[in-house]
């Protein structure tokens, strides 16, 4: 990757926690922009822990994180990014363009001014006509279809999703992965995707990071070269059957126990 194409630069990081446990040890990561990144791995490996830190969430203990100049936000950057938790956390008491529009909120856009842009986002996840409805009124793929409006409202570059889709039945999954792929394409995104699934992975990714827990670290870095757009015939492909396989393998060699999903 060329120094442009870099967009986040993790140079050997270490994470420890107070209580000593080591969730992550010597993470070295360059992320390309546009690049669709998975962090795949079983319980346990620092997934989450590395998502965090990359969204300012969490500081490393050791090493460091930096944004490339050229992507303008190397100052900002928590502006620059959408995060989307595995839970949708919606505000139970508020209608969904509310729930949309609170990151604009808190950074003090009028409600007004925000219009346009919460109904733009509700509009490329498919819930234009859902905006007065209350979260208690919707299904589990839609709660989470808002949460990624909610994401996106703010035109992140870099979208962070942490086992998003764990908790919903196969065909909203298959769905939503759909629509994530089209995001990333339209918007020229940034992904940065953190699953258990290999079979979610291998569809959506071009590049996948596999880790190993104990302490957390990173055993294999795959590209997956299949061209895009990804739909229902690679799924049934050969080409992706035998992609599933290599990373099943990559996979199955970090793993004392069966604790993930194939
Ligand atoms: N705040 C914390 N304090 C202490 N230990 C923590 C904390 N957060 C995470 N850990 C530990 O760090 C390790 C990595 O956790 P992390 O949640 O990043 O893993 P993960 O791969 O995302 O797991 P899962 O797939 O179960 O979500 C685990 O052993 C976890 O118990």
């Not at 990081?13 to 990561?29: E, I, P, Q």
């Not at 994180?65 to 100052?75: L, N, T, V």
């Not at 596999?210 to 492909?237: C, K, L, N, Q, W």
Request: glycine share 6%; hydrophobic share 40%.
């Amino acid at each position: 990757m060329t120094k442009a194409d870099s967009l986040i630069r993790i140079s050997g990081v270490d994470k420890r926690f107070a209580n000593g446990t080591v969730a992550l040890r010597d993470l070295s990561l360059d992320i390309g922009q546009r690049q669709f990144i998975s962090f795949l791995g079983p319980s346990g490996c620092g997934k989450s822990t590395a998502l965090r830190m990359i969204a300012g969430l969490t500081a490393p203990s050791t090493g460091s994180i930096e944004w490339s100049k050229e992507s303008g936000a190397a100052s900002k950057h928590v502006h620059d990014i959408g995060f989307v938790f595995q839970e949708p956390t919606l505000m139970p008491w508020a209608t969904v363009f509310d729930n949309v529009y609170l990151p604009l909120r808190l950074v003090g856009t009028s409600r007004k001014a925000a219009q346009p842009l919460v109904e733009e986002a509700l509009e490329q996840v498919g819930l234009a006509n859902f905006a007065a409805v209350y979260p208690r009124e919707l299904s589990g793929g839609m709660k989470m279809r808002v949460s990624i409006a909610r994401a996106m409202v703010t035109r992140p570059r870099v979208l962070l999703m942490d086992e998003p889709f764990a908790a919903l039945d196969e065909m909203t999954r298959v769905k939503l992965n759909n629509d994530v792929l089209r995001l990333w394409s339209e918007h020229d995104l940034t992904v940065i995707f953190v699953t258990h699934s290999v079979w979610e992975s291998v569809y959506l990714s071009n590049r996948i990071i596999v880790m190993a827990a104990r302490p957390g670290r990173v055993v294999d870095d795959i590209t997956i070269s299949a061209p895009y757009p990804r739909d229902d015939e690679f799924r049934m492909s050969a080409e992706y059957a035998e992609n599933c396989k290599q990373v099943s393998k990559a996979l199955r060699s970090t793993l004392d126990g069966n604790d993930v999903d194939h």
